[in-house]
């Protein structure tokens, strides 16, 4: 925050070749996005309620009727875990440190029917994963 302040205070936001770089605080976030992991684009930053935008990644996929409404956000899929939501895989991600009711994310997730956690170190989150899911296959 300190440094979109200062470029605001100098004057560069809003021209050609200034501006602040945000660097993003979890594996390959930006990676991910750009791919199109928010639940309101698809890759590329495309608008998935943008009707030419659906028909060209249905396309690109080789896929029919592709949703063109937005889906969860992610804070919205732990809610709506053990409801709407059966099962999980998390990958590189570990909500249970970076939301702010760690408690509400372990009570949440242990709804679920089934959960695989996926990181390359353990994690408060990956420590959830394992035996506790009947049908997991790799614990």
């Known amino acids: 925050m300190s440094l979109g302040n200062l470029?605001?205070?100098?004057?560069?936001?809003g021209r050609p070749g200034v501006g602040v770089n945000p660097l993003r605080g979890q594996n390959n976030v930006q990676g991910a996005c750009d791919m199109g992991a928010y639940p309101n684009v698809y890759s590329g930053y495309q608008k998935c309620e943008v009707p030419a935008n659906?028909?060209?990644?249905?396309?690109?996929?080789?896929?029919t009727d592709l949703p063109g409404e937005y889906g969860l956000t992610l804070t919205e899929q732990i809610d709506a875990c053990g409801d709407e939501i059966k099962?999980?895989?998390i990958m590189g991600e570990?909500?249970?440190m970076s939301f702010p009711d760690s408690n509400h994310v372990r009570r949440q997730l242990d709804k679920l029917d089934f959960l695989v956690v996926l990181d390359i170190f353990p994690t408060e989150t990956t420590q959830l994963c394992g035996c506790r899911a009947p049908r997991c296959v790799l614990c």
Request: proline share 4%; aromatic share 4%.
């Open 87 to 89: 099962a999980m895989v």
């Open 54 to 63: 659906r028909e060209k990644m249905e396309k690109a996929w080789g896929v």
């Open 94 to 96: 570990n909500p249970v």
């Open 7 to 13: 470029a605001m205070l100098t004057g560069n936001i």
